[in-house]
């Protein structure tokens, strides 16, 4: 692997938390290398750190110790301006929990990472409408969360992470709160979207979600492991 090859580095990374008097190590030593176009699923234990370790990949939160580079572009050292502009133009996140506008069609929720980097509004929802499409929402931009389904919603959590091109989806739980029919309609979208080249981070707690990546790490002990081996030694 060259360095080239790479878009998320990770190196070192050490995250901990206080509370009260006492030290709470959530990351520790934590190394990571995803590769462009690679689908990484990670998974671990309720309170393991996978949250903690997709807000520091996303620069929602910051690492103690270690470095990152994010695209070619070390983030160690940004302020939150900085971290900000980094976030919006190369990530693309999908939460578990959807985080659309309420009272919002699913056109202009789409739309809203772009108004964040000054994108006129007559491209904005035509890229939106493009994102939309792509998984299969074109005739529901006009609806707004409330009426649409939990798996439609997600749908469009996902058009609104692609809208901006990112270098990376960084997704969590994905299928958490959906039934199967919706799940499997997920599922088949990151596979076309890493079948294109999209490069996946995703957290999930559901074995049959990870097989679908190229690759599986488990987050034990502050550190993440190949799936393999994290099984033969548990």
């Known amino acids: 692997m060259t360095a080239g090859d790479l878009v998320l580095e990770a190196r070192g990374i050490v995250r901990t938390y206080r509370r009260g008097d006492f030290a709470v190590p959530v990351l520790i030593d934590l190394d990571l290398q995803v590769r462009r176009g690679e689908w990484v699923a990670c998974t671990g234990r309720s309170g ?82 493009a994102a939309l499409d792509a998984v299969g929402l074109a005739d529901r931009a006009d609806h707004d969360p409330g009426e649409l389904s939990g798996g439609q919603m997600q749908r469009v959590a996902i058009a609104r992470a692609l809208v901006g091109d990112p270098e990376v989806l960084l997704v969590d739980e994905p299928t958490g709160n959906l039934d199967l029919a919706a799940t499997q309609e997920v599922l088949d979208i990151l596979d076309r979207l890493h079948a294109e080249g999209r490069t996946i981070f995703m957290i999930t707690h559901e074995e049959d979600v990870a097989e679908h990546a190229d690759r599986r790490l488990v987050l034990v002990g502050g550190r993440l492991h190949d799936h393999d081996s994290a099984e033969a030694h548990s």
């Open 48 to 129: 393991s750190g996978k949250s903690t370790l997709l807000n520091v990949l996303g620069l929602l939160d910051s690492a103690d110790a270690g470095t990152y580079v994010l695209a070619g572009h070390d983030v160690s050292g940004l302020d939150d301006t900085g971290r900000a502009q980094l976030r919006n133009r190369l990530l693309g996140f999908v939460f578990q929990l959807h985080n659309l506008l309420p009272r919002t069609s699913a056109l202009e929720n789409v739309a809203t990472p772009l108004v964040y980097r000054g994108v006129r509004r007559a491209e904005r929802l035509r890229r939106a409408e």
